[in-house]
C-alpha cells in the first residue's frame, strides 16, 4: 500500500516552493536586472511618460499588450515543457521569445540576464545536468524566461504562481527605475503597486487562456524607445 504524504510534509513542501520564488523574483537576487530600463528610460527622456499618472498607463499597456501575450503564457508553456522533459519544445519557445526581442538592447537584456541566472544556478546546482532526473539541458544562450522556467520547475513553483512571481519582479523593477531617473517617489510607487496588483492577476488569467496563434506582444512604443535609447547621450541603464 503507498505511503501518502502527510498534511505537515505537504504543507513544507508548499512553503519551500514559495520560498524558492521568493528568492527567484528578489531584486537582491544577483543577475543584474536593476542594470536595465526596457526602454522606460528612453520613455522618461522623450516626454511619454512624465508622472505617476502617465507611469501607470505606460505599465499597464506593457503589461497588457506585452506581457500578457508573451513572456506569460511562454513561460507556462516553458514550464510545461521542463516538466515532462520535451527538449524540442523547450529549444522552440526559447527560440520564438529571442525572435520577438525587436531591439538590440532588448535581446542583449534577454541574454545576458538568462546567462547570468544560469551562472547562479549553475553555482547552486540547480541546472538540469546537476540533477539525476531526464530533464534536457537547457538550449546554448537561453533567455531569461527560459532559465526561469526551469528554476521555478526544478523549485516545485506551480505555473500560476511563477507567472505572477514573474510580473510582480518585472513591476519592481520598473517602479525601481522611475524611482531613480523619473523621479518617482516611493509612496507614489506604492499608489501603482496597489492600482496595478489586480491587473496582474488579470494578466495571468488572460495569458493561460490564449491559443498558440493568439501570441506575440504589440508594443510599437516601447520598441521605438528601445531603439532611441541606444543614442541616448545621458543615461543610467543599460536598455
Not at 506575440?216 to 532611441?228: I, V
Request: net charge negative; charged share 20%; with cysteine.
Amino acid at each position: 500500500m503507498p505511503i501518502e504524504a502527510s498534511p505537515s510534509e505537504m504543507a513544507q513542501g508548499d512553503d519551500l516552493a514559495l520560498l524558492g520564488l521568493l528568492q527567484l523574483v528578489s531584486p537582491a537576487l544577483p543577475i543584474g536586472a536593476f542594470a536595465f530600463s526596457q526602454g522606460l528610460e528612453s520613455a522618461f527622456e522623450l516626454g511619454w511618460v512624465r508622472d505617476e499618472a502617465s507611469l501607470g498607463e505606460w505599465l499597464e499597456g506593457v503589461l497588457d499588450d506585452g506581457l500578457t501575450r508573451c513572456e506569460l503564457p511562454v513561460l507556462a508553456r516553458l514550464q510545461g515543457a521542463w516538466a515532462v522533459g520535451d527538449g524540442e519544445a523547450v529549444a522552440e519557445w526559447d527560440r520564438w521569445l529571442a525572435a520577438n526581442r525587436e531591439t538590440a538592447e532588448l535581446a542583449a537584456e534577454d541574454s545576458r540576464l538568462g546567462a547570468s541566472l544560469t551562472r547562479l544556478l549553475g553555482s547552486l546546482e540547480l541546472l538540469p545536468t546537476d540533477h539525476s532526473c531526464e530533464a534536457p539541458s537547457l538550449p546554448k544562450g537561453a533567455g531569461y524566461v527560459t532559465v526561469f522556467a526551469w528554476a521555478a520547475q526544478i523549485r516545485g513553483v506551480t505555473p500560476r504562481q511563477a507567472m505572477l512571481g514573474f510580473a510582480w519582479a518585472w513591476l519592481e523593477n520598473q517602479l525601481a527605475v522611475a524611482c531613480k531617473a523619473l523621479p518617482l517617489g516611493h509612496t507614489a510607487a506604492q499608489r501603482l503597486i496597489e492600482r496595478l496588483r489586480p491587473a496582474l492577476v488579470a494578466a495571468v488569467d488572460a495569458a493561460l487562456g490564449l491559443r498558440d496563434d493568439e501570441l506575440g506582444p504589440a508594443l510599437p512604443g516601447l520598441a521605438l524607445a528601445s531603439a532611441l535609447h541606444e543614442t541616448q547621450y545621458s543615461r543610467l541603464f543599460r536598455s
